[in-house]
Nanobody, 124 residues
Framework: QVQLVESGGGLVHTGGSLRLSCEAS??????ISWFRQAPGKEREFVAA????????AYADSVKGRFSISGDSIKGTVSLQMNDLKPEDTAVYYC???????????????????WGLGTQVTVSS
């Protein structure tokens, strides 16, 4: 059974930091991406991590503030979020991909496996 489980969400003030983690089981993914969805908005790409090259990709809105990394021993992919802003408030989801081109895959429709999400709220 394929499972992706997110953890680490919470409530922080503007300028604060949070670290999200995604643990995948039941499948060997080529990479993991993070997406987010704010109320009334579409789900959007945040960052991607590819295991084989440890390559990364980021949405312009989070470059320089967020950092994605993988821990091959734990089998987790983490998203370190610094300098958080109210507009970062959303439910954050991790998604697994079997594609070697995961770093270019920024549409939710290109992913078949999803976690249930974790809420991140940034207060002003």
């Amino acid at each position: 059974q394929v499972q992706l489980v997110e953890s680490g969400g919470g409530l922080v003030h503007t300028g604060g930091s949070l670290r999200l983690s995604c643990e995948a089981s039941g499948e060997t993914f080529r990479g993991i991406s993070w997406f987010r969805q704010a109320p009334g908005k579409e789900r959007e790409f945040v960052a991607a991590f590819r295991w084989s090259s440890e390559g990364t990709a980021y949405a312009d809105s989070v470059k320089g503030r967020f950092s994605i990394s993988g821990d091959s021993i734990k089998g987790t992919v983490s998203l370190q979020m610094n300098d958080l802003k109210p507009e970062d408030t959303a439910v954050y989801y991790c998604a697994g991909s079997m594609s070697r081109y995961i770093l270019n895959r920024r549409s939710p429709s290109e992913y078949d496996w999803w976690g249930l999400g974790t809420q991140v709220t940034v207060s002003s």
